[in-house]
């Protein structure tokens, strides 16, 4: 059975960091795209970052861009997102995904795997 599972959430002041991961379980991801998406409280899920699967490209989205780094550790099965500079309107619960069609996936639909998403809390 496929698993994505984050960690790394939490309660942090505006300004701090957190580094959110995604540790794959049950397959071999290191084909896979990955990314990060985010969902508020009355709100549709959003995309927040995606790498492909070498690691060789990102985007992001322009809410948290020059703040929040995806990055990948194929050998660990694992994926991170370092966020800096956080600021009360990312509080949300993130969410990793994956899909095996490789490149820059930006949209909800286009992810088959789907972790069960970490809340991050960000204090004013």
């Known amino acids: 059975q496929v698993q994505l599972v984050e960690s790394g959430g939490g309660l942090v002041q505006a300004g701090g960091s957190l580094r959110l991961s995604c540790a794959a379980a049950g397959r071999t991801f290191s084909t896979y795209a990955k990314g990060w998406f985010r969902q508020a409280p009355g709100k549709e899920r959003e995309f927040v970052a995606a790498?492909?699967?070498?690691?060789?490209?990102?985007d992001y989205g322009d809410p948290v861009k020059g703040r929040f780094t995806i990055s990948r550790d194929n050998a660990k099965n694992t994926v991170y997102l370092q966020m800096n500079s956080l600021k009360p309107e990312d509080t949300a619960v993130y969410y990793c995904?994956?899909?095996?069609?490789?490149?820059?996936?930006?949209?909800?639909?286009?992810?088959?795997?789907w972790g069960q998403g970490t809340q991050v809390t960000v204090s004013s």
């Open positions: 995904a994956a899909d095996n069609r490789g490149g820059i996936l930006t949209q909800v639909y286009e992810y088959r795997y």
């Open positions: 790498i492909s699967w070498s690691g060789g490209n990102t």
